[in-house]
Nanobody, 122 residues
Framework: QVQLVESGGGLVQTGGALNLSCAFFGESFSLHAMAWFRQAPGKEREFVAIIGGSGNSEDYSDSVKGRFTLSRDYARKTLSLQMNSLNPGDSAVYYC???????????????WGQGTQVTVSS
């Protein structure tokens, strides 16, 4: 069984930065692709970024490419998302997810965290 716990959300001004963390509890951290999704009020959950189990492959949505960066720490079994140059369009609840491969569709992910709120003020 896998549990994911996100942290690091908060309120930031436009142009600011935040670092989200996702703690992985369970076995086989390196066998899971790890991803971030986000969901704004009234909108569907959307893919943000994903990193493969080995850490060698990454994929970012066009809306965050060049501003957000993923990293994973195998010793601490954590996933981090460094978010720079934030704008109000980035405001959402951010969810960490663990899945079997590098896919963007949320339906492939079995394990989800509870979410952390990110709010960017204008």
């Amino acid at each position: 069984q896998v549990q994911l716990v996100e942290s690091g959300g908060g309120l930031v001004q436009t142009g600011g930065a935040l670092n989200l963390s996702c703690a992985f509890f369970g076995e086989s951290f390196s066998l899971h692709a790890m991803a971030w999704f986000r969901q704004a009020p009234g909108k569907e959950r959307e893919f943000v970024a994903i990193i493969g189990g080995s850490g060698n492959s990454e994929d970012y949505s066009d809306s965050v490419k060049g501003r957000f960066t993923l990293s994973r720490d195998y010793a601490r079994k954590t996933l981090s998302l460094q978010m720079n140059s934030l704008n109000p369009g980035d405001s959402a609840v951010y969810y960490c997810a663990a899945g079997p491969s590098l896919v963007r569709s949320a339906r492939w992910y079995k394990y989800w965290g509870q979410g952390t709120q990110v709010t960017v003020s204008s």
